[in-house]
């Protein structure tokens, strides 16, 4: 009898601490205010999820140059294996999505030479990648413009009672311009 109710004791804590993983669309409204430190009223979303460049990494440069935490290499292997294994298109869903304007690649180049863009940020996201126990997601996040600005970093995020909360970014490729989160400080793309 008090094996059977160790045994579900031990199960009752397991099924408290599983989280239920946020949909994608659901992690990308939580998470806006990385690349945007204000949130912006709307901006423009590929309507195509990106692929994820955290596919390769190497760990000693992330703990060196880009981690805020230590994260287990377990954690780290666990998302690049996902993100590798990912080979299916992701398409964001609009109705989901609270402050994105999807559309298409083809748009997104031509709004790039337009003077003005209504004050509205281009971005293109990767799929978010989760950690089977919900506590960590990384995710791709290129910010679009001109040839000589955008860039593009790598988040890896972790899941606190508060929410979504940045304990690392890297940067992939980016000729200039800053992208601010209130997490992490800013970001100077060089």
Same mark, same amino acid.
């Given at each position: 009898?008090?094996?059977?109710?160790?045994?579900? $004791?031990?199960?009752?804590?397991?099924?408290?601490?599983?989280?239920?993983?946020?949909? *994608?669309?659901? !992690?990308? *409204?939580?998470?806006?205010? @990385?690349?945007?430190?204000? #949130?912006?009223?709307?901006?423009?979303?590929?309507?195509?999820?990106?692929?994820?460049?955290?596919?390769?990494?190497?760990? &000693?440069?992330?703990?060196?140059?880009?981690?805020?935490?230590?994260?287990?290499?377990?954690?780290?292997?666990?998302?690049?294996?996902?993100?590798?294994?990912?080979?299916?298109?992701?398409?964001?869903?609009? &109705?989901?999505? +609270? +402050?994105?304007?999807?559309? =298409?690649?083809? @748009?997104?180049?031509?709004?790039? &030479?337009?003077?003005?863009?209504?004050?509205?940020?281009?971005?293109?996201?990767?799929?978010?990648?989760?950690? &089977?126990?919900?506590?960590?997601?990384?995710?791709?996040?290129?910010?679009? #413009?001109?040839?000589?600005?955008?860039?593009?970093?790598? !988040?890896?995020?972790?899941? +606190?009672?508060?929410?979504?909360?940045?304990?690392?970014?890297?940067?992939?490729?980016?000729?200039?311009?800053?992208?601010? =989160?209130?997490?992490?400080?800013?970001? @100077? $793309?060089?």
């Amino acid at each position: 009898m008090r094996i059977a109710c160790l045994f579900l $004791l031990v199960i009752a804590v397991f099924i408290a601490r599983a989280q239920k993983l946020p949909s *994608n669309e659901e !992690f990308v *409204n939580e998470t806006i205010k @990385t690349y945007d430190s204000k #949130g912006p009223s709307s901006y423009y979303l590929v309507a195509g999820a990106d692929t994820c460049r955290f596919e390769k990494f190497d760990y &000693d440069e992330w703990v060196k140059y880009h981690l805020q935490e230590t994260v287990p290499l377990v954690t780290l292997n666990e998302l690049a294996y996902k993100a590798h294994m990912a080979r299916e298109p992701y398409y964001w869903k609009q &109705d989901k999505l +609270k +402050k994105a304007i999807c559309i =298409s690649a083809k @748009t997104a180049d031509s709004l790039i &030479d337009l003077p003005v863009r209504l004050g509205k940020e281009i971005f293109s996201l990767s799929q978010p990648f989760f950690t &089977d126990d919900g506590q960590y997601a990384v995710m791709d996040v290129n910010m679009i #413009g001109k040839p000589g600005t955008g860039g593009g970093l790598t !988040f890896l995020y972790r899941h +606190k009672k508060d929410g979504w909360h940045v304990v690392g970014a890297k940067q992939n490729w980016g000729p200039g311009g800053i992208m601010k =989160s209130p997490s992490i400080g800013s970001h @100077t $793309l060089p």
